[in-house]
């Protein structure tokens, strides 16, 4: 089965690297792409956008110039998001949201869109780090209890929020399998003279340096070992081809809310 997929915000970084994985994909046909109206790439050749040679599909301006769409796949802003399910909603096609950043209210939003469509929302696509998630998790079950936790990430100079998004994800995935509260748990940062390590803590620590995509660890560590679960990503195509897989999977899917943790079969894994 071949689905038709397009893409909003095609000229951001994500975009452009999303164009390229649409293209190279056996099963998806790439219907179109949209930019701002303000945007200087208006009716530009996407797979020029993608630096990848012309592929005779231009930038639109307008969502409805994508109707052909069974798939839209969105990541560009919160605002833009929020107004671009309405559509979909409107229009009855499938979303996969990669766009970061929403709060608790607007997740609800997302959710409640799950009632009329199929809709993804995916903070993070890679397919690795969602299988961190699910290592993390058995593993918290197994030795959590007795190990010292601790989530180290690392990223490039220009990441402004710490700890990411990804490594609060893995400090509250495991703080949910072991009943703790992460907010009263959590340690950030070290300096100085201080007491011993508490045992029920998840400390982070992180790095920004140069052009680090991303990586990802948590250690488990007991008197004599440790065990180390670590992800790194090495380019954002990574993330490209996870929203690619998932915009094949919600293609056949009813109505209803998912996350990557359903698209990869992860969610009955325990
Ligand atoms: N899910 C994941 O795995 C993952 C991975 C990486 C990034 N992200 C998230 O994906 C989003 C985009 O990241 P990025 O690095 O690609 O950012 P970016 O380079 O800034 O690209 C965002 C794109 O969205 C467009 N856009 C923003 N607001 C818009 C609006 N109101 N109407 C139309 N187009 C609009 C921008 O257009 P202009 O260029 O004209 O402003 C730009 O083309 C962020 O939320 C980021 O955190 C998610």
Partial sequence: MTINVAILGCSGRMGRNLIQAAVDHQHITLIGGSVRASSSFVDFDLGELAGIGAIGQKT???????????????FTSIGSTL?????????????????TG?????????????????IIL??????????????????????????DI??????HRFK?????????????IIADTLGRNL??????????????????????????????????????????ERLEITHKASSRMTFALGAMRAATWLAEQKSGYYTMQDVLGLTSLN
């Fill in 60 to 74: 639109s301006t307008k969502i409805n110039d994508l109707l052909a769409a069974d798939v839209l796949i969105d």
């Fill in 83 to 99: 107004e671009n399910i309405k559509w979909c909603q409107q229009h009855n096609k499938a979303l996969v949201i990669g766009t």
């Fill in 102 to 118: 929403f709060n608790e209210e607007q997740v609800q939003v997302i959710e409640q869109a799950g009632k009329d469509i199929p």
């Fill in 122 to 147: 995916a903070p993070n696509t890679s397919i690795g780090v969602n299988l961190l998630f699910k290592l993390i998790e058995i593993t918290a079950k197994a030795i959590g209890d007795y190990t």
């Fill in 150 to 155: 601790e989530i180290f990430e690392a990223h």
């Fill in 160 to 172: 402004k929020d710490a700890p990411s998004g990804t490594a609060m994800k893995m400090g509250q």
């Fill in 183 to 224: 907010k009263e748990c959590a340690v950030y940062g070290r300096e100085g003279l201080s007491d011993e390590r508490k045992p029920d803590t998840i400390g982070f620590a992180t790095i920004r340096a140069g052009d680090i995509v991303g990586e990802h660890t948590a250690f488990f560590a007991d008197l004599g």
